[in-house]
């Protein structure tokens, strides 16, 4: 697969460059804002031209399909241009700035039977989707909570996720993941789940007017569980975690995030604790696989554009039960 770059961005070394180079796919062609920087990108990693702009690698005949890793307001726009184009496109979360842009885009991929996936990248490795079958197979008990906590050390105060106009905030970087993961629990149907969670409440500090700083939300599942996912972009530290707790035992994921840096998955019963390690290939490396399969041969994906309208919806009502005006 031949695959066209939007921007230089800092995610894309393990988001696209290193998958790539593993999975034998090529990386041709490049565009950023500030040409000198697409320029040093490709010289890096080894991209085959540069090219003027963002619409220039969509038209690119010898594109077979665009990453989008630009700043989240952008997401939408030029993923529509891809579209629009007959490109599949590989996009960064979020989907878009809310659910009324992620709906266009979807509305428009449909139509044009060109391929959109939403980079949730997590969900591929095989430490998410042992949690997952660990939790829906009863070896935990009936789940009573469910805790995604991601934490991490202030951006500089110039990076694009503290910038409103480019539709910045933690919950928008970091709280739509662990919204997505509940959501992806709530379709196991597992005791104690058993369907769609709801936003309860939730409480955030803005860092200036319309972004937030850190966002705690609340959820509540059909089957009585309960669901928190805590999200900061001013902690001391890193920490991207999975915990969840049933009658019976409880599961931890300790870096969904980056588990080619930590791939444990804790399970406690009553039989004692275990530590499975699920392997340290990165989680990015599996998306791209997924994607690259169903570019080329129709493979089935695990999620839609339905799924991303429908994960801007939890977005959207998140942060109006925190009183953020976006």
Request: glycine content about 10%; charged content about 20%; overall charge negative.
């Amino acid at each position: 697969m031949r695959i066209g770059v939007l921007g230089a961005s800092r995610i894309a070394e393990a988001a696209i460059v290193g998958p790539a180079a593993e999975l034998g796919h090529s990386l041709v062609a490049v565009a950023a804002r500030d040409r000198a920087r697409a320029e040093t990108f490709a010289e890096k990693y080894g991209v085959e031209r540069v090219l003027d702009g963002y619409q220039e690698v969509i038209d690119d005949a010898e594109v077979d399909a665009v990453y989008n890793p630009l700043a989240n307001s952008l997401h939408a726009p030029w993923n529509l241009a891809a579209i629009a184009a007959g490109k599949p496109v590989l996009s960064e979360k979020p989907f878009a700035r809310d659910q009324s842009e992620a709906r266009r885009v979807a509305e428009a991929a449909e139509a044009s039977g060109v391929t959109v996936l939403e980079g949730f990248h997590y969900f591929f490795h095989p430490v998410t989707q042992r949690a997952f079958e660990l939790a829906g197979d009863g070896t935990i008990g009936s789940v009573t909570h469910v805790e995604v906590r991601m934490a991490m050390p202030a951006p500089a105060d110039d990076d694009p996720r503290w910038s409103r106009e480019l539709a910045g905030g933690a919950l928008m970087d970091l709280g739509c993941y662990g919204l997505h993961v509940m959501r992806s629990l709530g379709r196991l149907a597992a005791p104690g789940i058993e369907g769609r969670p709801s936003i309860v409440r939730a409480h955030a500090e803005e860092r200036t007017p319309g972004v937030d700083a850190w966002c705690d939300v609340e959820l509540g599942f059909p089957g009585g569980a309960t669901g928190l996912t805590a999200n900061s972009m001013v902690a001391d530290h890193r920490s991207f975690t999975i915990r969840i707790i049933g009658t019976a035992g409880d599961l931890l994921v300790h870096d969904f995030i980056a588990p080619s840096s930590d791939d444990r998955l804790t399970v406690t019963t009553a039989s004692g604790t275990t530590v499975e390690h699920l392997g340290t290939r990165a989680s990015y490396a599996h998306q791209l696989e997924a994607f690259a399969a169903h570019v080329e041969r129709g493979d089935a994906l695990p999620f839609s554009t339905a799924d991303a309208v429908a994960n801007m919806g939890f977005v959207d009502e998140a942060y109006r039960a925190a009183g953020v005006d976006r």
